[in-house]
């Protein structure tokens, strides 16, 4: 982030904090801080990064799982929730379904996260299959805190092959959440330059990714990775697929957070876990909050 909207930001937190002092009652010893946004009170952002182990083509399944994670994010003080590529379906869904039974956008489910962001006051980031008409996506929904669809991301680098030739090209451009903009990846995105340096160019305030993406020495992703937050201060979060519940292995791949071309967070490996970071937006530093939490 560039120093100017760095003072701007803090200006802007200095003035809500002047407000709230002004005019919100501070609360007595022993009556908590419920009720409290913590986006008004702090100058950081709590991100739930869940690394799952979505269970291949087995939708029910998967939607209990996800509902599951959000609502132990609410419960650790997450703003965020994020999940990896594909988390509704699983990466190789088509090996089990067929397209033409995916509901149209939004589904029936999805409205049903509206109504859960809402109630647990959290920003959901969801990978699924997306049915637009006779076009299908690889995409991720964003859904913000008050239950409504602020942007969906579909994956522009759709990898050849059984597993992705269903999915229709996206586009990549940045989102806004919560009035910061956000570079989106979804997996191999990271390895287009053209997508990294528009990011780079719209001087992003963060870097996220949903991933299905497995170690391999050819393929990356670490210098992906690297190489996309070498030349910005934003960090880049990833949340990427676990264990090996259909065709693909992913038992080694890794989720975490990149900040200076370095790897400065690594979640568990090979175990469906969620972690929580504090992500101080005015400096990007980045800090643990907690552990780790397994999700059944």
């Not at 991301?153 to 989102?175: C, D, L, M, Y």
């Not at 959440?177 to 990846?185: A, E, L, N, T």
Request: hydrophobic share 40%; glycine share 6%.
């Amino acid at each position: 982030m560039n120093s100017k909207k760095r003072e701007n930001q803090a200006f802007l937190f200095l003035v809500v904090s002047l407000v709230i002092s002004l005019f919100v009652p501070v609360p007595a010893a022993g009556d908590g801080m419920a009720g409290y946004s913590s986006s008004l009170t702090n100058t950081t952002v709590r991100i739930a990064i869940f690394q799952m182990a979505s269970v291949e083509g087995n939708f029910t399944a998967n939607h209990a799982t996800i509902q599951e994670a959000i609502r132990i994010a609410s419960g650790r003080g997450a703003d965020w929730f994020i999940t990896p590529e594909l988390a509704e379906s699983g990466y190789a869904f088509v090996r089990s379904i067929r397209l033409e039974e995916l509901p149209e956008f939004p589904s029936p489910w999805i409205n049903s996260l509206e109504s859960i962001a809402k109630e647990e006051n959290i920003t959901l980031f969801i990978g699924f299959p997306e049915r637009d008409g006779s076009d299908y996506y690889n995409s991720v929904v964003v859904i913000d805190r008050e239950g409504n669809v602020s942007a969906i991301h579909r994956k522009n680098v759709i990898i050849p092959g059984p597993f992705e030739e269903w999915a229709t090209q996206g586009s990549s451009v940045p989102i806004t959440v919560d009035d910061f903009s956000v570079g989106y990846f979804i997996c191999a995105d990271a390895t287009d330059p053209t997508i990294t340096s528009r990011y780079h160019s719209d001087d992003v305030d963060i870097f996220l990714s949903s991933a299905a993406w497995y170690p391999d020495p050819n393929m990356g992703p670490e210098q992906y990775w690297e190489s996309i937050t070498r030349i910005s201060d934003a960090p880049l979060v990833i949340a990427n697929t676990a264990g090996k519940k259909g065709a693909i292995d992913f038992t080694h791949a890794e989720s975490g957070v990149y900040l200076g071309g370095e790897m400065v967070y690594r979640l568990p490996v090979n175990e469906q876990v969620m972690a929580f970071i504090d992500w101080n937006y005015l400096t990007d530093e980045i800090t643990l909050a907690g552990e780790p939490a397994i999700v059944k």
